[in-house]
């Protein structure tokens, strides 16, 4: 059974603490191009190492294809109502023999405010819905923000590097 045939695949809306609204709606395989912006317009390299773990700008075509396929889970992408620029991108990925994985990237302007912990708090609604009670996630050491958030939900973090 596909575990991602369940679950709707509309949009939402959620609040940061800080109070920003927030339009949360599913990635298609035609948005690689705003997400590719998004990442070097705005993403600093440190911000998109933090969440890749490597040095990249952009993501390729067939590794989009992949991210956006329903098979392998939700890649979501995170603006702010009535506006087509990005703040965010987020991805719930399935795994065979460990809990789904959350991976979140938000943009440099917007870190600091919630925009992770209302997202992640999302995904984690998500993951539910889906029977997954615990999530898991990579993080550097060194990405203090993005351990305290896998923490506070509960989730199982790999270190990475």
């Not at 596909?2 to 927030?22: D, I, K, M």
């Not at 040095?55 to 992949?66: K, M």
């Not at 620029?85 to 959350?102: D, M, N, T, Y």
């Not at 912990?117 to 993080?139: F, K, P």
Request: one cysteine or more.
């Amino acid at each position: 059974m596909n575990e991602c045939s369940e679950a709707p695949r509309e949009a939402a809306e959620v609040t940061t603490s800080a109070g920003h609204r927030l339009h949360i709606r599913h990635a298609t395989p035609g948005d690689l191009h705003l997400v590719n912006q998004f990442h070097a317009q705005d993403c600093s390299p440190a911000s998109r190492a933090a969440r890749y773990h490597a040095g990249r700008s952009r993501i390729r075509a067939s590794e989009w294809r992949n991210l956006t396929h329903p098979d392998k889970g939700y890649t979501v992408l995170v603006s702010v109502p009535g506006q087509d620029r990005l703040v965010g991108l987020a991805h719930l990925f399935w795994q065979k023999s460990a809990p789904p994985e959350v991976a979140i990237l938000v943009a440099d302007d917007w870190q600091g405010i919630g925009v992770g912990r209302a997202v992640a708090g999302w995904l984690v609604g998500l993951a539910t819905a889906h029977g997954h009670r615990v999530q898991q996630a990579y993080i550097v050491p060194q990405n203090v923000r993005a351990l305290r958030l896998a923490q506070h939900f509960g989730a199982v973090v790999d270190h990475v590097g």
